[in-house]
């Protein structure tokens, strides 16, 4: 009898959770798509400053693990591949695995790390030190003030950075395709041209674009829900990481499991 | 009732509070509490730590909501407005927090700017002239570019009050203005709500526990204890009284600590949740 009420306690809590993540999502759509028709401007300058932030200061990093992520694929495929003589797939397989899952994925992760938390520090401070307070009583909504340029930023800016950590992750993949597969460069990469579609690149990117929402709404909402003190703003910066990837994966489960029964019929 | 408070709103109270009650989670911090503000005048608001007095300051200006009573803000019930009437509201009071709650990224000419840049469409030039205008009021011209990191406490809590001033609010509402200042500091914010006091005929709101700032600027003062008014009256009055509650806290009269520990833990929770 205990345990049953545990087990409820927790879906509770955990659909108030995801309720309120979309309560804030759905406040920061209309700051987005309502509001400017009624006099209200979608805050561009901090959008864009934002997506500077969260995009392409991004890039050395991104760039450097998606390499990498690209040319651990490679060898992992060929390791496989290569007992069949079909090393030449591995073009194919890293182009693939990078587009459809890794790229939006690995993508995810480091925004997470790098802004997600960022999110849920900087509002966490701001809370703490009654700025958010403040920005009531001036009749100044937080949501509408901080937390809407920040999905704007990141549905632009998430699509955009796994574009560049697909095209990363297959060039760290040519770097083995040529050393070891004898291809040369323009053989590799237009190997991995041809074998993706255009749905490959499209699934990806709409998962991204849901990572980025997914993100922003955790990092604002653990912001926002920091209680008095300091070290509650590294409380919520931790709980901010760990949601946002657990998360995460659940979209990214979600969506491929949509997309894969979509693609049946 | 009905009468009565219909009677002095049209009179001279620009804030009335009927029975305010406010509650966190089961806890109810103010019991059910009733003034009046009148128009031009100075209030403070006194209580010791936990006393529930930054929670009344709270509730005054929308932060919290309470669990019943109201609260009558220039003739309109703000408990039961909308968003938009709220921010209406919002717009002719200003409010300076504790810690001055400058927002870190901006410089202070930003900060000051900010509601004049949300809420009108005034031209640039004319928020510049504006925004100098108001850091000389408080004493801080030249300081536009500032960031408030590189400010000191009492600088801070200028430039706060610089951006609580921008809208040419109504009503001003002071959130323990001399804390964590020294006394020479602290004096000289007092001096300033005096100046703004005499400059504007704002009506002033001050939550404090600095008894000597409170003697200073008030026009009358409300003593709150464990979420109940214990007296409110003019400054004069409340010299006078012989409750024994009022003359305990004026006088300065130690109370014995908290001996048991539960009472203790409950000290410390109410105090951490009524900041």
Not at chain 1, 168 to 184: E, K
Request: charged share 20%; proline share 3%; glycine share 8%.
């Amino acid at each position: 009898m205990q345990l049953l009420s545990q087990v409820g306690g927790s879906v509770t809590n955990g659909l108030a959770y995801v309720g309120a993540l979309a309560s804030l999502g759905g406040r920061a759509a209309y700051y987005t798509f309502v509001a400017p028709f009624q006099g209200k401007p979608i805050r561009f300058q901090r959008a864009v400053s934002q997506a500077l932030d969260v995009g392409v200061r991004a890039l050395p990093i991104l760039s450097l693990i998606t390499f990498f992520i690209g040319l651990i694929l490679a060898l992992q495929a060929a390791y496989e591949l290569r007992r069949f003589g079909a090393i030449s797939y591995v073009a194919t397989a890293v182009a693939i695995s990078m587009s459809r899952e890794l790229g939006p994925l690995i993508t995810a992760i480091v925004v997470i790390g790098r802004s997600g938390s960022a999110f849920a520090a900087e509002i966490g401070t701001m809370k703490v030190t009654e700025e958010i307070d403040a920005l009531e009583t001036m009749a100044i909504s937080p949501v509408h003030f901080l937390v809407t340029p920040k999905f704007i930023a990141m549905a632009v800016m998430l699509p955009c950075l796994t574009i560049w950590a697909n095209t990363m992750g297959i060039l760290g993949g040519s770097l083995f395709g040529v050393a070891q597969a004898d291809f040369t460069f323009t053989r590799y990469i237009s190997a991995s041209l041809d074998s993706l579609f255009l749905r490959d690149i499209v699934t990806g990117l709409i998962k991204s674009v849901m990572f980025g929402i997914t993100i922003t709404a955790v990092g604002c909402l653990e912001g926002l829900s920091t209680g008095a003190g300091a070290e509650q703003v590294g409380r919520s910066t931790t709980r901010a990481v760990v949601m946002s990837i657990f998360l995460v994966i659940v979209v990214d489960l979600v969506f491929t499991a949509l997309f894969f029964f979509m693609s049946d019929h | 009732m009905e009468s009565s408070l219909t009677d002095s709103l049209e009179t001279t109270a620009t804030i009335s509070v009927r029975d305010l009650r406010v509650n966190y989670g089961e806890r109810e911090i103010l019991h059910g509490i009733s003034f009046d503000v009148n128009r031009g005048e100075t209030l403070v608001i006194l209580g010791g730590s936990g006393s529930g007095k930054s929670t009344l300051l709270r509730t005054l200006v929308g932060l919290e909501q309470p669990s019943s009573g109201e609260i009558w803000i220039k003739g309109q019930n703000i408990t039961a407005i909308s968003q938009s009437e709220m921010d209406a509201i919002r717009k002719k009071i200003g409010m300076s927090f504790q810690g001055g709650a400058l927002f870190g990224s901006m410089t202070v000419g930003e900060n000051v700017a900010l509601p004049l840049r949300e809420h009108t469409r005034l031209e640039e030039s004319t928020i510049e002239i504006m925004l100098r205008l108001k850091l000389e009021q408080v004493g801080l011209q030249g300081f536009e570019y500032y960031m408030p990191s590189q400010l000191s406490g009492g600088m801070k809590k200028r430039a706060a009050v610089a951006r609580a001033l921008a809208m040419d609010p109504e009503i001003l509402f002071f959130d323990e203005p001399s804390a964590g200042l020294d006394p020479i500091i602290a004096a000289g914010i007092d001096q300033l709500i005096l100046e703004l006091k005499q400059a504007f005929r704002m009506t002033i709101i001050v939550v404090t526990h600095e008894l000597a700032s409170a003697y200073l600027i008030a026009d009358r003062m409300v003593l709150i204890d464990k979420g109940n008014i214990v007296a409110i009256g003019t400054t004069e009055e409340m010299r006078a009284s012989t409750q024994p509650r009022v003359r305990q806290f004026l006088d300065r009269v130690a109370e014995p600590e908290v001996a048991r520990e539960l009472d203790y833990l409950q000290m410390l929770t109410e105090d951490r949740r009524s900041r």
